[in-house]
C-alpha cells in the first residue's frame, strides 16, 4: 500500500541550528513529492516540491529537500533555523489526482 | 497568494442540522479539493473534483455530498451534522497541467457541532 511517513511529530532545535525533518514514502512507481507549512491557524503553504527533474530540490524560505529513490525519503533541511520557521510541517506524496496522501505532519519549535 | 477563499470562516452548528461550506478560486484552475484535519491524522480527502459537475469521493466521503456547476466555487454539505464532523476544513485547488501538481489552499473553515 501506498503511504507517507514522518518519522518525528515533533523536532526542536536551537535558532541558528541546522533543521531536519524526516519523510519516507511507499510507492510502486516515482511520485510527486512535495513539503508543505502551516502556521498556527493558518491554512497550508506549498514550501517545495519534487516531481522527477533534479532530486536536490530548493525551496522557500531556505529550505531544501533531496529525493533518495534507493532510501524512499524525501527529507526536509535548512541550514540556520530561524524563529519563523516554528510551524507545523507535511511531507504529500501525490500518486494522482485522487490519491494524495498527507503525512500526520512534524510540528517544528525554535528554542532562542 | 492564491486566490482561494473560503466561508464561512467559522461556524457552530447542532447536530442533526444541514451545513453547507463554500469554496471560491479566482485561479481557474481544474482540481478542486475538500480536506479535513484532526490532531493526529495530518489532512484526508473528503471530496475533489476534476471539472465542473465532476466529482469523486476520497477516502473520509462518508456523511459528506459535494456540487461543482461552475469552475470557481465547490461546494461541502453536511446534510446531518455529527459531532465527529467537529474539524478544520480547507479547500485547495491545483491546476495539472504542465507539472503544475501542487496545491494551493484556502484557509480553512473552523466547524463545531454540538
Known amino acids: 500500500a501506498q503511504s507517507v511517513t514522518q518519522l518525528d511529530s515533533h523536532v526542536s532545535v536551537s535558532e541558528g541550528t541546522p533543521v531536519l525533518l524526516r519523510c519516507n514514502y511507499s510507492?510502486?512507481?516515482?511520485?510527486?513529492l512535495f513539503w508543505y507549512v502551516q502556521h498556527p491557524n493558518k491554512g497550508l503553504q506549498l514550501l517545495l516540491k519534487?516531481?522527477?527533474?533534479?532530486?536536490l530540490v530548493k525551496g522557500i524560505n531556505g529550505f531544501e529537500a533531496e529525493f533518495k529513490k534507493s532510501e524512499t525519503s524525501f527529507h526536509l533541511t535548512k541550514p540556520s533555523a530561524h524563529m519563523s520557521d516554528a510551524a507545523e510541517y507535511f511531507c504529500?506524496?501525490?500518486?494522482?489526482?485522487?490519491?494524495?496522501?498527507f503525512g500526520s505532519g512534524t510540528r517544528l519549535s525554535i528554542r532562542p | 497568494d492564491a486566490g482561494i477563499t473560503q466561508s464561512p470562516r467559522h461556524k457552530v452548528t447542532e447536530t442533526g442540522t444541514p451545513v453547507t461550506l463554500r469554496c471560491h478560486q479566482t485561479?481557474?484552475?481544474?482540481?478542486m479539493y475538500w480536506y479535513r484535519q484532526d490532531p493526529g491524522h495530518g489532512l484526508r480527502l473528503i471530496h475533489y473534483?476534476?471539472?465542473?459537475?465532476?466529482?469523486d469521493k476520497g477516502e473520509v466521503s462518508d456523511g459528506y455530498s459535494v456540487s461543482r456547476s461552475k469552475t470557481e466555487d465547490f461546494l461541502l454539505t453536511l446534510e446531518s451534522a455529527t459531532s465527529s464532523q467537529t474539524s478544520v476544513y480547507f479547500c485547495?485547488?491545483?491546476?495539472?497541467?504542465?507539472?503544475?501538481?501542487?496545491?494551493?489552499f484556502g484557509p480553512g473553515t473552523r466547524l463545531t457541532v454540538t
Open positions: 485547495a485547488i491545483s491546476s495539472g497541467t504542465g507539472g503544475g501538481y501542487e496545491q494551493y
Open positions: 473534483s476534476y471539472g465542473v459537475k465532476d466529482t
Open positions: 519534487y516531481t522527477s527533474a533534479a532530486t
Open positions: 504529500v506524496v501525490r500518486l494522482s489526482a485522487s490519491k494524495i496522501i
Open positions: 485561479e481557474n484552475h481544474r482540481y
Open positions: 510507492s510502486s512507481y516515482s511520485p510527486s
